[in-house]
């Protein structure tokens, strides 16, 4: 999977393609770690390093029982439910949970960090669930999952097979670690597991973007639709980004098209046509809002308290409150839903039987049925999609006595926008299938070099379908399409 672009990583790589901690990141985790071990030399009370956790703050822990209360942590917060976080999202779960430590704020050894990027570079994926984050005070629960093999605990990935931590280390030559005084809150504290989700997201939704335009081209050759929506003059006089790009994409994309070419006995096409500029339009603008807050907090510390040896001082904030993740995943999964919305209507037009096309594209309409169900199908997908969309954010359930008495629920968000922006995915291969068994009816007249490049290698997976079929085959194909990139075949960015 491609990283997140703007991830300002301190790593070195190594001929073998591992990551390995740079000078300057073990410089910054060892001074800062140097610092806090002096200040509890000296005394004092600091949250989370020699007392309880949440309500249980004003409890103050001995010394002698500062690793112990560490390893507690870590064990009694690994209670996630649910199904488990997929393996790529694990992988960037721990990639940014070791950049995080490695700006030197957390007051964690560099052994612990170093470790985390062992089981990058080793492969060993912890079994993390999604169920347990309240997006609040870090992602505790996945966060401490993903952290148990430090100690030798939990469960991994680890060669193809699910197996314990402890077997896995050995087998990879590691042995576990004991935590110090702040390690394992430094560990649980932070935003990593939402974070994760929204990068994959992020990735995955600049993908699907530009694929919503070309699969929304080649369904308005096979419809007939008109050039004219797109053409800047419309543009220029409502000047939104987005809505610019898109229009400019279409034109480009429809450039040549011999479909393009004949006359029009419409006045005006259907909406899912005519507005797609303005629809996909916005949502390319929430996404390009939504990278600027993912890169800003993939790049920022998030545990708590942060220790800061320049200013000498130990500081109990909430920069793990997940807040503008959770805002932002919401909002990213309403506005990639309106792509598979709009997509959906322009399925259900090239299946009505209008503009020349026969009725459900059945070559011999009654005896077959053609792509009838593939549009109950993507119906089906984008209603649930409505579903997934009702925002987490606008809601909090007090937990840890009081102490935690407002809560992001944005983990619960970051989970349903990947559902979300998966049945996108879903829905524009519905649509692209559909659209090519509509071109073939428009034969000899084709459609533009680019498009035509895209459908050549469609039917490089799936054929015509000149008689009913079992079409849930050809449905993933386009689907599997859809993860390439699309610049290869049309040339546009």
Request: net charge negative.
């Amino acid at each position: 999977m491609q990283l997140p672009e703007h991830l300002t990583i301190d790593f070195l790589k190594t001929p073998q393609g591992e990551l390995a901690l740079s000078a300057a990141a073990t410089g910054r985790i060892s001074h800062n770690r140097e610092y806090l071990d002096n200040i509890l030399k000296q005394g004092g009370t600091y949250y989370g390093i020699n007392t309880g956790f949440g309500s249980l703050c004003n409890v103050r822990i001995k010394d002698d029982e500062l690793s112990q209360l560490q390893e507690n942590l870590v064990c009694s917060h690994a209670c996630g439910m649910g199904d488990e976080v997929p393996e790529e999202i694990v992988r960037l779960m721990l990639l940014l949970k070791v950049h995080g430590l490695s700006q030197g704020y957390s007051g964690v050894r560099t052994e612990v960090v170093q470790r985390l990027a062992d089981f990058y570079n080793h492969g060993i994926h912890p079994v993390v669930f999604e169920l347990g984050s309240l997006g609040a005070s870090g992602d505790l629960a996945p966060l401490a999952h993903l952290c148990l093999p430090i100690l030798g605990k939990g469960d991994v990935h680890y060669k193809g097979e699910r197996m314990p931590a402890a077997k896995a280390l050995q087998m990879a030559g590691l042995q576990p670690l004991s935590l110090a005084a702040k390690e394992g809150l430094a560990l649980l504290n932070g935003t990593q597991f939402m974070s994760s989700y929204l990068s994959w997201s992020l990735v995955a939704a600049k993908r699907l973007l530009m694929w919503a335009d070309v699969v929304g081209a080649l369904s308005a050759d096979a419809f007939m639709a008109k050039d004219e929506p797109y053409k800047h003059p419309i543009h220029r006089v409502r000047p939104h980004k987005g809505q610019i790009t898109t229009a400019a994409n279409m034109l480009k994309l429809l450039s040549g098209s011999a479909i393009q070419q004949k006359p029009k006995e419409q006045v005006q096409d259907p909406y899912s046509f005519r507005c797609i500029p303005q629809v996909h339009g916005a949502t390319k603008d929430v996404v390009a809002m939504a990278i600027q807050v993912i890169e800003t907090e993939i790049n920022s510390v998030t545990d708590n308290p942060i220790v800061f040896h320049d200013e000498d001082a130990i500081m109990s904030g909430g920069n793990f409150h997940g807040q503008p993740l959770a805002l932002q995943a919401d909002f990213l999964a309403i506005a990639m839903a309106e792509l598979a919305n709009i997509s959906e209507r322009r399925i259900y037009l090239l299946v009505s039987g209008q503009r020349g096309l026969p009725p459900f594209l059945a070559p011999d309409a009654g005896l077959n049925s053609g792509f009838m169900i593939a549009q109950y199908t993507a119906a089906a997908i984008v209603s649930q999609n409505k579903q997934f969309c009702t925002p987490s954010s606008v809601d909090s359930i007090v937990s840890s006595n009081g102490q935690e008495d407002h809560v992001s629920m944005g983990a619960n968000a970051a989970v349903k926008l990947r559902k979300v922006i998966q049945n996108v995915q879903r829905v524009l291969g519905i649509e692209l299938l559909t659209a090519a068994q509509a071109l073939e009816f428009r034969r000899p007249d084709l459609s533009s070099p680019a498009l035509e490049n895209v459908f050549n290698a469609l039917r490089a997976t799936t054929s015509f379908m000149a008689q009913d079929t079992i079409l849930h085959e050809g449905l993933i194909a386009a689907e599997r399409f859809l993860d390439r990139d699309s610049e290869g075949l049309t040339g546009i960015k």
